[in-house]
């Protein structure tokens, strides 16, 4: 008498044969909407403030290459035309932008853009470098990055002057960390990170060796 | 709160007869739910939001971080910094009460089963908004912050609220508790990165100048001039654990002491 069949369906479990169904329905129904109307208020503020945000983040990379290159002659105009080339290295290799500037102290600069450490602690690390014309790396900085804060946001040149040690010149040889014998200082607490960038220069510098050999 | 879970359990039970009734039952509930908070109907919003008690629960008694320990994962993982607990306590704070108020205002319209997903959409369309917004309006503030402000989604401090309370209150109320309990989740950050920053960095206020602009890059108080200096163990995750204990045990000590008083005078 105490047997009662385990509910084997969802409607089993309500009185009716379709109210359980047609909870689940309005349910369905209910989230929908509101998971639409979240997407659509999220679509409305990315499209009424994508200008915006595409306009900082150039003025930004104005801010970077006047820290990379600061005597730079008509920085804005010849950048802006320059900055539409892409070069695509190989098939394997990244895409960046590159844009070359006149300097009254180094000649001609070329910077490289979007030059991406793949292997950063989250994600991949967006690296700016400026190369003088005979292949020497002047100057590196980091365009984006979602690294640890606190941590592997020590490569940021705001919070401190570890990718200065780049400006100095080093052969391709010793672009390492000084963990793995080379002559770059690490982050402590962000190895991940510093090895990620330093290899990515290092990477640049070989690349950039390469077609100026060409 | 316990009253409206209580009466509407029975329902459940019986199975509800139709929507018209739930309706029903729903807006007398509201009525009935009106004298647990007497305040809200005789003061104005504004007397209510500045009244001095209005921070009260969430900064001390029922403090998220070291009393409820919710949201530990930002917690632990940003408070490095004294600046870079102040940041994420701030946007947690901004976070929680958007949230608590846009939940608190569609409370009567989230069906019970289906309040969860709807929770979760809510503060992740907040962050996300915030987010953007940032980056359109202060995106030098936001080349600092970008990095925190994803973790706050991950902070179940601000599911708990919603769940807690903003889903059973009014809005006002509900905007309060979102500012309590933000701040005192920002009082813990503080503290905790304070301590971490004094012990691992043998310093104090770094990184100001990137919050505050270029003024304070002087007030940054270094213990010792050498960039090494400082356990580095403090830094890491496990100086998290150990600064969070030691805040905890704080906290509870003096109601420890209360309680062993009571014990003895019986």
């Known amino acids: 008498m105490n047997k009662v069949a385990p509910p084997t369906t969802v409607s089993d479990l309500s009185a009716g044969k379709w109210r359980g169904a047609r909870q689940v ?62 070069l695509a290295l ?38 700016a470098l400026a190369f003088a014309d005979g292949g020497e790396l002047l100057a590196v900085d980091v365009l984006s990055h979602r690294e640890t804060p606190g941590l592997g946001d020590r490569i940021e040149r705001e919070r401190s002057d ?25 982050i402590s607490g962000a190895t991940i990170t510093a090895r990620a960038v330093t290899n990515a220069v290092r990477a640049a510098v070989l690349k950039r060796a390469a077609s100026n050999a060409r | 709160m316990l009253g409206q879970q209580d009466s ?40 209510q939001l500045a009244s001095p008690r209005a921070a009260d629960p969430g900064l001390w008694v029922q403090n998220p971080a070291l009393v409820m320990l919710l949201g530990l994962c930002p917690l632990l993982a940003v408070s490095t910094t004294l600046i870079n607990g102040c940041v994420l306590g701030f946007a947690t704070l901004v976070t929680l009460t958007v949230s608590n108020l846009s939940i608190s205002a569609l409370r009567n319209w989230i069906p019970r089963d289906l309040r969860l997903p709807i929770f979760v959409t809510v503060v992740a369309t907040v962050v996300t908004i915030v987010d953007l917004l940032l980056m359109t309006w202060a995106f030098s503030l936001h080349r600092q912050l970008g990095l925190f402000i994803p973790l706050i989604v991950t902070n179940c401090a601000v599911l708990a609220r919603a769940e807690a309370f903003a889903s059973r ?46 003024l304070p890059a002087s007030w940054v108080w270094n213990f010792n001039s050498d960039a090494h200096a400082g356990m580095l163990i403090a830094v890491l995750p496990p100086g998290a654990f150990f600064g969070l204990a030691l805040f905890c045990a704080l906290r509870q000590w003096p109601r420890k002491d209360a309680q062993d008083k009571t014990t003895l005078d019986r």
């Open chain 1, 162 to 186: 570890w990718l200065q040690q780049f400006a100095t010149a080093h052969a391709a040889s010793s672009l390492y960390l000084s963990h793995d014998g080379g002559a770059i200082d690490g």
């Open chain 2, 8 to 47: 509407n359990a029975p329902n459940d039970a019986l199975g509800a007869q139709s929507k018209h009734d739930e309706l029903r039952r729903k807006s007398q509930l509201s009525v009935a739910a009106q004298p647990s908070v007497p305040a809200t109907t005789e003061r104005s919003w504004l007397a």
């Open chain 2, 169 to 214: 209150q009014p809005v006002i109320a509900s905007a309060r508790d979102g500012i309590g309990m933000g701040l005192g989740f920002m009082l813990a950050l503080v503290a905790l990165g304070a301590l971490r920053e004094v012990i691992g960095h043998a310093s104090l206020g770094r990184d100001a100048h990137l919050l505050l602009g270029g």
């Open chain 1, 90 to 127: 190989g098939s394997s290799e990244q895409t960046m932008r590159v844009v070359s500037l006149k300097s009254q102290s180094l000649g001609r600069v070329t910077v490289w853009l979007d030059w991406q450490a793949p292997d950063g602690y989250s994600g991949p690390i967006d690296l």
């Open chain 1, 25 to 86: 329905l309005r349910g369905a129904l209910v989230l929908g909407l509101g998971v639409g109307l979240a997407a659509a208020m999220i679509m409305l503020t990315d499209g009424w403030t994508a200008c915006d945000r595409e306009l900082n983040r150039i003025r930004y990379e104005q801010q970077v290459l006047a820290r990379l290159v600061p005597d730079a002659e008509a920085l804005g105009s010849g950048q802006t035309s320059a900055a539409g080339q892409t």
